[in-house]
């Protein structure tokens, strides 16, 4: 996606701030932050909620914050710190970025959860929930919630991805008690495939 040389946490800072593109300005924060964390021995965190929505959908989705998985949050908010984001309420924001982040959750429900890497530049990397989790989530929100925003989303990347999909997780993960959308899975998948 993108590519860039070495840098340094003030060059990837500038870098973030003279880029327009919303997803990949959240999508280098992120990877800043996981880059400040590996280089402290903790494990990165997970990009999850609307901003892997927007990366998945390139955009034809747009969130304003970026929502994170992660367990360590003494660590996480050290480093956030240590970039000059501020805590307000349950966000960090940089006002200088126009960026602000958001940890609902600890960890992935599922411990064997696909993954996405994206390479942004050396030592620059972030991860994203996996496409078939995001689906799942959708469908819950689509199907619980009654979020018509949610059902176009599950419906648009089921369409987008057919052939790349996992079916056997996503058939997996749809029967748990927790989500009960198999049903609303395998109509997605027929509508795709006619």
Avoid at 24 to 32: E, F, I, Y
Avoid at 68 to 76: G, K
Avoid at 77 to 95: C, H, Q
Wanted: glycine share 4%; aromatic share 6%.
């Amino acid at each position: 996606m993108l590519s860039f040389g070495l840098m340094n946490k003030e060059e990837i800072i500038e870098l973030i701030r003279q880029t327009e593109s919303p997803l990949k300005r959240q999508l280098l924060t992120v990877a800043l932050v996981s880059h400040l964390l590996k280089k402290k021995g903790k494990e990165v965190p997970i990009i999850i909620g609307g901003l892997a929505l927007s990366y998945y959908t390139r955009e034809v989705y747009f969130t304003a914050d970026i929502d994170l998985a992660y367990s360590d949050r003494e660590a996480l908010d050290e480093v956030l710190r240590e970039i000059e984001f501020e805590k307000k309420g349950r966000y960090w924001v940089s006002e200088d970025l126009k960026i602000a982040i958001e940890v609902p959750v600890g960890v992935l429900a599922e411990e064997d959860s696909p993954l996405e890497i994206v390479e942004l530049g050396p030592e620059l990397q972030c991860q994203i929930i996996g496409i078939e989790d995001l689906i799942i989530d959708r469908l819950n929100a689509c199907k619980h919630w009654k979020s018509e925003t949610d059902c176009e989303m599950a419906e648009l990347l089921v369409v987008r991805y057919l052939k790349e999909l996992d079916w056997d997780y996503l058939e997996k993960r749809a029967k748990r008690p927790e989500n009960d959308v198999l049903k609303e899975m395998q109509e997605l998948k027929r509508k795709a495939e006619a």
